[in-house]
């Protein structure tokens, strides 16, 4: 099969996108939409795109692809001082950006930056922590992880995946190359999981498949999403964060009830964007783990010695080998010239386990781990320990040496919440403090914001 961004290749009868505003373009339209931008923008080009859930942002993308060009997609809500902070440092030809109520290609006439020949797509990363620093991608990463999250979700030209999550999110941008790719539609909308438009979108236009960070899970237990009459929706996914494993158990078990699929995965924005997932016939067993390498993948557990870990159950940092490694980060324009510095592996900075039978499963961060009165405390494993002991309330945790801090959104449990970490880790209560926060600080795609925490945290 040809690349993804070949979209005549497909019928061109078939209905390619369809947005909430109800624009929706065939294969065969889109094609030609692709196509008369495409010769507006000229080869090797550095083009940023002002990203909203609608069809003319992946008109754009697909152009630039088409044409050779390099695209930095961009949420169009972001900060005007950071945005021109990025126009300054990597200079673009081109924006691709609403204007006026429709998309405008507007030409900066800034002097450009030499461009790597394999660089065909820049992306922020999908951390928390706020940085300008872009990840580099190639046609290469990209065809591969379309072709392989195709695969192992068995997408087919029949899937209508919705595209809620942002397009210049790394998991929301899979969902379109693994569609694209597959010859499926693509439902795409701006509105929140908290929004009735969303869902009467869902329901309208008949999706069948729909994606959520942990946050979105655990918003839509609140809204009752079980208990909602979805028929055509037959796969949810769920990545970008580890979600409570108790959670995942009662989602795993509501789509086995229902004949739908709850499939966790896990990825990052170097690895374009998945690395693992967890066939849903192996969740019940393995609540809390992120499953198997994608197919052409590979994981390897580096010890503290940095030798490889063969005992399971023994704890390693998480290496991944594949061809959907990124080239690697870009900081300022200079670096648009380089090339693969990964070398197709990548050091997750996750801390693994493995079981006898192939399983990985995330237990940290390599740097989210506080020391305690001398015992090494795991700020992830601690914060998932307490969303399962309180589903109901939003749950973060930050800190420092000596201090492990609770951010919690409902103040009544409070007192329940340390007096539950205190016998949970065997620690004396006066290491943890909780911090009644009304909301905890995450970014468009649901992530939470650490770095706003540590605002919080008391100094020494």
Not at 28 to 35: M, S
Not at 286 to 291: A, K, M
Request: include cysteine; proline fraction near 5%; glycine fraction near 8%.
């Amino acid at each position: 099969m040809n690349a993804f961004w070949h979209t005549h290749q497909h019928p061109a009868s078939q209905l390619a996108l369809k947005d909430d505003r109800g624009i929706s373009l065939s294969y065969g339209e889109l094609t030609a939409r692709v196509d008369e931008l495409a010769q507006r923008i000229p080869p090797r080009a550095l083009v940023f795109i002002f990203c909203h859930n609608q069809v003319e942002t992946v008109i754009g993308y697909l152009a630039c692809l088409k044409q050779d060009a390099v695209a930095l997609l961009l949420d169009n809500a972001l900060d005007t001082t950071l945005a021109q902070q990025l126009i300054d440092t990597y200079r673009p030809s081109f924006l691709w950006q609403p204007q006026d109520g429709c998309y405008q290609l507007h030409a900066t006439g800034l002097t450009p930056w030499a461009l790597h020949d394999s660089l065909a797509l820049l992306m922020t990363t999908s951390g928390s922590t706020g940085s300008p620093k872009l990840v580099r991608l190639s046609k290469r990463n990209l065809q591969s992880n379309a072709a392989s999250i195709a695969q192992y979700l068995q997408i087919d030209r029949h899937e209508r995946g919705l595209v809620s999550l942002p397009v210049n999110y790394v998991y929301g941008l899979s969902i379109i190359n693994s569609h694209l790719y597959a010859g499926g539609s693509l439902l795409l909308t701006g509105h929140s999981v908290m929004q009735r438009e969303l869902w009467d979108f869902v329901r309208t236009e008949r999706a069948s498949s729909f994606a959520g960070v942990p946050y979105t899970w655990e918003m839509l237990r609140k809204l009752r999403f079980m208990r909602m009459d979805l028929p055509d929706l037959r796969t949810l996914t769920q990545a970008g964060g580890k979600l409570a494993p108790a959670l995942q158990q009662e989602y795993t078990e509501f789509a086995a009830q229902q004949g739908k699929r709850f499939i966790v995965m896990y990825g990052a924005a170097e690895a374009t964007s998945r690395m693992a997932w967890l066939p849903p016939e192996d969740a019940a067993t393995r609540y809390g783990f992120i499953g198997k390498p994608i197919p052409g993948g590979e994981f390897l557990l580096l010890g503290d010695d940095n030798q490889p870990v063969t005992t399971p159950g023994t704890h390693g940092e998480l290496i991944y080998h594949g061809e959907n490694v990124a080239l690697g980060y870009a900081e300022r324009g200079e670096d648009l010239a380089l090339g693969d510095d990964f070398a197709g592996r990548l050091h997750t900075g996750d801390i693994a386990t493995v079981d006898s039978d192939g399983f990985y499963r995330i237990v940290g961060r390599k740097k989210r781990f506080l020391k305690i009165f001398g015992n090494r405390v795991g700020l992830d494993e601690m914060e998932a320990l307490l969303k399962t002991a309180f589903p109901d309330t939003t749950i973060a945790c930050d800190g420092r040496d000596d201090l492990l801090c609770i951010f919690i959104t409902d103040a009544s449990l409070a007192t329940a919440a340390k007096q539950y970490a205190a016998d949970i880790s065997k620690l004396h209560a006066s290491a943890f403090r909780v911090i009644p926060l009304a909301e905890i600080p995450k970014n468009p795609a649901g992530k939470t914001l650490y770095h706003k925490l540590k605002d919080y945290v008391p100094a020494v």
